[in-house]
């Protein structure tokens, strides 16, 4: 006991209603289903099918690659709105911190993964972009207790590219727009590996800040 009445300590002086508590873990269980959260799995479960349509009928038939087209800008749409809702209306949760950057390179990684294995698009292309996420990806961990890094204007042009060259080798280009995707991909893998290297040195740079604040706290 505090000795201090309720309506001074902010109460009225009644009990909670019977099941309020009960309400709160409702409201609160409820904003998993919040929207940003709902365009992620969206995503998520748009992989399978995406690959599915890639794939089909071996891989080469203009109307299905026309539809795996279709999935994967789909995707790329709800990867560009599920984080501006989260930031902008506060629906940002511990699913979404996870579940964001899987959909990202699930939908990205299969791509390529596809790509490559119809022929379509060197293996070296699939190993730099993929190697440099992964690669990032275990950076973050090893900095995380430093500060994060966020993201540059030379990593938002990365996504883009990355996404318009893919999306570009998912359709049955031929002609002009055959050789255009390929140096939409080349401009995507020069931005993969800058931003790479840039990112690798705001790390290092961070770390060394991290450590000698550490020190100079002791």
Known sequence: MTGVP???AGGTGRRPAPGAKLGAAAVNQASLWNIANILTMIRL????GFVLLLLADGGYDPVWRALAWAAFAVAMITDIFDGHLARTYNLVTDFGKIADPIADKAIMGSALVCLSWLGDLPWWVTG????????ITLMRF???RYGVIPASRGGKMKT??????????????TGPLAT???WVMAVAVVLTVVTGLDYIRQ???LRRKGLAA?????
């Open 6 to 8: 309720a309506s001074a």
């Open 45 to 48: 479960v748009l992989v399978p």
């Open 128 to 135: 730099v972009i993929l190697g440099r996420e992964l690669g």
């Open 142 to 144: 090893w900095v995380i």
């Open 160 to 173: 883009l590219a990355q996404g318009t060259a893919v999306g570009m080798y998912v359709l049955a280009l």
């Open 180 to 182: 255009l995707r390929f």
């Open 203 to 205: 790390a290092v740079v």
């Open 214 to 218: 550490e020190q100079a706290a002791r």
